[in-house]
């Protein structure tokens, strides 16, 4: 009954209180939006590391080498020590660690990336072994290859064979399909870790920039609580120096710029404005709305409706508008959401990071991950939608209480 | 003689400077119908008001159905209008999103009440009125004299111990004023109601047991 006395007064006044609905609604929509957007950022930065299953990647930059022969590091990725390795792995927040080491090796006028891998670790690299297309992944220690498969179809590799590098041979136990797997992890051959650290101590040219002893590595990926990931990424850097670059997806999130900037502050700023103005919009009809009926309150209050009677129905009609106003808002806002939902966001990835030397094909060239821009209307989200809306409806009849105190029953009998 | 159903001591009422009702002294018995007449700006409403717990007097006592209304809140005069008056208005003023069954069961809204109990005394009262075929008509589709059968219908609806109606034939063309008129004075007759109705129209105050006239605030013989 209640009911349908709430919902006849939203249907009378139509125009007035459509244009409160829409208010409202274009209000709870583009803060929907926004936070969804600004959501669908944070995830997709996550994408470049969260392939690898890592939260943090960390290197540490040096020099270039004098002579482009035999082994030699990236400028990008010199030495990180084993001692300094244990020592960030006792850090406080770390779930666990991975390594890895990355080499360019230039033989006799062929150049070759390499990447040494820990086989047993899932983290980083390791992921390498849910992309295997032919053989199998690297087992264990000893002299063994895994080979990228565009690069083998190129050299014309097989599984069986041999590849040889820095004239040792290592037989191929398998074939990965880099492609599917994250930029951050590509090379052209993998190594068992020890192989490669045995390549990186023998290499005069590693020695000569960054000494290099067993057991040390060049690129350490690390799982770690979320929350501490700020913090952490802070004391990698004093721990490690200066040098280091620590990537985490706050890392990545500055390197999508300007566009996610805009999308997260915007998405305070300009919810608040928006909130503010619906808020004052739907205030605003609740509150003409008592002064209309200053005359309908007064019947009720001389029919025996106590002033709590009327402020419940009030509530219930303020309630009503607003939650009207918040579910065509989020519609409306998981129309919009769905329609980002198809579009593709390229993330940058930093040239550090990026494997391919500047002096082969597509070296120089910016490296991207391509993701679908994951936008979506999460249930805490909806849930959040809601409740604001609630929250006006229950605010803006709050404030109107006085107005129905003040008006006396015998308002009525005025109108006579 | 039973004690009054309503008394009035020296209720006073003043606006601003002005004094609008001066001194009032009033019994109505239970089961009369009392007119209270005068002209237009006499102070008939006010006192209607004042006696029916709507305005609060700025001086005297006024006793309703055995409560000093004067020491009462405004939610327990709301609550004791609710249990033991009932109000019929010159416009009528129905609620114009309620239909007439609706209207009628609105001071029943706030009791805990099933819906098809609520429904069903709306209803009843409505066809005592003769007004079943437009139960669920708006207010806004029903004519004066419907109106003011529907308004009649609700001031009934709580089962009230007396009835204030103020000039409920003023709205309305003479038929359908008399018509009006009939049933208030069935209800008198037949159900022991007490009245006290409001009118200039010294025709219609006929009807009443009793006429009380007011002029320039006070009563007069």
């Not at chain 1, 919009?336 to 597509?362: A, D, K, R, Y």
């Not at chain 2, 409920?168 to 049933?183: C, F, K, R, V, Y």
């Amino acid at each position: 009954m209640r009911f349908a006395y709430v919902w006849r007064e939203l249907t009378l006044r139509k125009r007035r209180h459509l244009t409160a609905i829409l208010g409202l609604a274009v209000g709870i929509a583009l803060l929907v939006i926004l936070q969804a957007l600004a959501g669908a950022y944070r995830q997709a930065a996550r994408a470049p590391l969260a392939e690898i299953g890592a939260d943090i990647t960390i290197q540490r930059s040096g020099d270039v080498p004098q002579n482009l022969q035999g082994a030699v590091f990236p400028c990008s990725a010199v030495t990180i020590r084993q001692q300094e390795v244990e020592q960030i792995s006792r850090m406080s927040g770390v779930r666990a660690t991975g390594q890895a080491l990355l080499l360019w090796v230039f033989d006799q006028e062929q150049f070759t990336m390499v990447l040494g891998i820990d086989p047993a670790n899932s983290l980083g690299p390791g992921k390498l072994r849910n992309f295997v297309v032919k053989g199998r992944f690297l087992e264990g220690e000893g002299r063994q290859a895994l080979v990228e498969s565009t690069y083998a179809r190129e050299k014309q590799i097989k599984v069986g064979e041999m590849v040889t590098i820095l004239a040792t041979s290592y037989p191929v136990v398998g074939l990965v399909d880099g492609s599917l797997a994250s930029k951050i992890a590509l090379a052209n051959v993998y190594l068992p870790l020890a192989e490669a650290q045995a390549l990186a101590v023998a290499s005069p040219q590693i020695q000569g920039v960054s000494p290099f002893a067993r057991g040390d590595v060049n690129l350490v990926f690390m799982k770690a609580d979320q929350e501490a990931i700020p913090s952490l990424a802070v004391a990698l850097k004093t721990a490690l120096g200066d040098k280091t670059s620590v990537a985490t997806p706050a890392s990545f999130l500055r390197q999508l710029g300007n566009l996610f900037a805009l999308s997260d502050k915007f998405a305070s700023a300009t919810s608040g404005i928006v909130m503010v103005v619906a808020f004052l919009m739907v205030f605003k009809t609740i509150a003409g709305g008592i002064q209309e009926r200053a005359r309908e309150i007064g019947v009720l209050k001389c029919l025996g409706w106590t002033s709590s009677n009327i402020k419940a129905q009030l509530l219930a009609e303020s309630l009503a508008l607003c939650l009207l106003a918040g579910l065509v808002g989020i519609g409306f806002a998981g129309l919009v959401c769905f329609g980002l939902s198809l579009q593709e966001l390229q993330i940058p990835i930093p040239w550090e990071m990026n494997p391919t030397p500047h002096f082969l094909p597509g070296g120089g060239e910016p490296v991207f991950k391509t993701v679908r821009l994951p936008v979506q209307l999460s249930w805490p989200l909806i849930g959040l939608a809601l409740m604001l809306a609630l929250m006006v409806g229950a605010i803006t009849s709050g404030l109107c209480i006085g107005r129905i105190t003040r008006i006396k029953p015998s308002e009525v009998l005025r109108h006579e | 003689m039973n004690d009054p159903i309503l008394a009035a001591t020296d209720i006073r009422k003043t606006f601003g400077d002005i004094e609008v009702v001066k001194g009032v002294s009033v019994d109505l018995q239970p089961g009369e119908f009392v007119g209270l007449v005068g002209k237009s700006g006499s102070g008939k409403t006010t006192l209607m008001a004042l006696l029916s717990g709507l305005e609060r007097p700025t001086s005297g006592q006024t006793t309703l159905c055995g409560k000093d209304i004067g020491a009462a809140t405004e939610d327990e005069l709301a609550l004791f209008r609710r249990a033991t008056i009932g109000f019929i208005f010159q416009s009528f003023q129905l609620i114009p999103t309620l239909t007439a069954w609706e209207n009628v069961a609105v001071p029943l809204f706030p009791e805990k009440m099933a819906e098809e109990e609520r429904r069903e005394r709306a209803t009843s009262l409505l066809r005592q009125m003769e007004m079943e075929h437009r139960l669920d008509q708006l207010p806004g589709t029903l004519s004066g004299g419907e109106k003011q059968r529907v308004a009649i219908a609700r001031a009934l609806v709580n089962h009230p111990q007396i009835i204030f109606a103020d000039e409920p034939t003023g709205n309305l063309d003479s038929h359908t004023g008399q018509a009006i008129m009939e049933i208030l004075t069935t209800l008198h007759r037949e159900q022991g109601l007490t009245i006290l109705m409001v009118t200039h129209d010294l025709e219609l105050s006929q009807s009443a047991d009793r006429l009380l006239r007011m002029q320039d605030g006070a009563l007069v013989p």
